[in-house]
């Protein structure tokens, strides 16, 4: 039961970063504006209006931010690896 709600809580974050990105490719034309920006916006959106309701995405929400530093790993990876390119123009 606990597995259908993470994946429950899962969908309507990945529905709101979709939702995001969709914009964003629609409206790339006349405006620059990334994708899970828009997404998370949104999702602000919904849920200071009560569309959905913090329960529909706390567990996993928490989840996400507790270990945010493991999403800077690649950016800091690929950051060390091109280092040489990165001095050149610092």
Do not use: C, Y
């Amino acid at each position: 039961m606990k597995f259908l709600k993470i994946i429950k809580q899962l969908s309507w974050i990945f529905l709101f970063s979709f939702l995001g990105e969709v914009i964003s490719t629609l409206s790339a034309s006349f405006i620059a504006i990334p994708g899970s920006v828009i997404g998370m916006v949104s999702l602000f959106f919904a849920l200071h209006f009560k569309w959905i309701r913090i329960k529909q995405v706390d567990e996993v929400g928490t989840w996400l931010t507790d270990n945010i530093g493991i999403f800077f790993v690649p950016a800091g990876v690929g950051l060390m690896s091109n280092f040489g390119v990165l001095a050149s123009t610092w």
